[in-house]
């Protein structure tokens, strides 16, 4: 039997194709257990064919949402079906989080807010460095770039294999961005503060590639998106160099704050016995 909660207060999902994999339920269901609030927070799967009914009914309000997370393959539809998106996901296209609000749909996107809070909390003063290098220009930089650049780095060299696409990036974030092929790596990273990983390299035990990270500044900090395993290959690398890193999965639980306040009134608190929480359903699955 489900907690009485449930029957009352706010109803928020998370949305994608597939969607069963998301830890969103748990992190929510947390926060509304420990903060004691009535509501509920569901996966909610819905194939693309039928998204934009989906949004249709929650903004007529017979789907019985207040608004909910939204993941691969939905965001662009998302941000563009949205009767209010704000300034981040225009810019970058895409939305992952909505909410009804007199009357009409809103959208943010907050993965760029959780990855900073995440340094922020895991790594303070990350930030004091001009130069960032970005490793990979797929769908999950853009987020990156963004909330790198608006935190006042002056120079983001991102670098991918295929160049087109980290020149299509600078092109839409501006002049801080350059665009650099794979083999430029090394000799962007000298003297840079910051390295990010936005590719899948090292996701669940996929091989990833030897890189030297010695040219970064000495005190120069390394992040990977990627939180299964915890301690990415690539982080596992930069820490036998010396370096100090900064783990993905605070980037997932942060990014979940803004929404969860939206939904529920009440800002909630990433914590470690959150943390522990989803290390411990990542260790059993």
Do not use: C
């Amino acid at each position: 039997m489900g907690d009485s909660r449930e029957t009352f207060g706010p109803k928020a999902f998370v949305t994608g194709f597939p969607v069963k994999h998301s830890r969103s339920p748990l992190i929510h269901g947390y926060w509304l257990k420990t903060l004691g609030l009535p509501g509920s927070y569901r996966a909610h799967e819905v194939a693309p064919g039928a998204f934009a009914d989906f949004i249709a009914s929650l903004k007529d309000g017979s789907s019985g949402f207040a608004g909910g997370n939204v993941t691969i393959p939905h965001k662009e539809l998302a941000f563009r079906l949205a009767d209010e998106p704000d300034a981040l996901s225009g810019e970058l296209g895409a939305s992952n989080t909505l909410w009804l609000e007199d009357g009409l749909l809103h959208a943010t996107n907050t993965d760029g807010r959780g990855f900073t809070a995440n340094l922020d909390e895991r790594h303070p003063g990350w930030d004091r460095h001009d130069t960032a290098v970005i490793f990979g220009a797929g769908g999950a930089s853009r987020a990156v770039i963004q909330a790198v650049r608006d935190r006042g780095f002056k120079t983001i060299h991102v670098v991918n294999r295929t160049v087109e696409r980290a020149r299509e990036l600078a092109d839409r974030f501006g002049p801080k961005v350059h665009a650099h092929p794979a083999g430029a790596l090394a000799e962007v990273m000298k003297d840079a503060g910051l390295f990010i990983n936005t590719t899948s390299l090292g996701m669940d035990g996929e091989a990833a590639p030897q890189l030297d990270f010695t040219p970064l500044a000495a005190d120069a900090v390394v992040t990977d998106i990627v939180y299964v395993p915890l301690k990415t290959p690539i982080l596992a690398q930069a820490q036998e160099q010396g370096f100090a890193i900064v783990d993905g999965l605070g980037m997932l639980l942060h990014q979940a704050v803004p929404g969860f306040e939206k939904w529920f009134g009440k800002r909630p608190v990433v914590d470690a016995a959150l943390r522990a929480l989803i290390i411990a359903d990542m260790e059993a699955h």
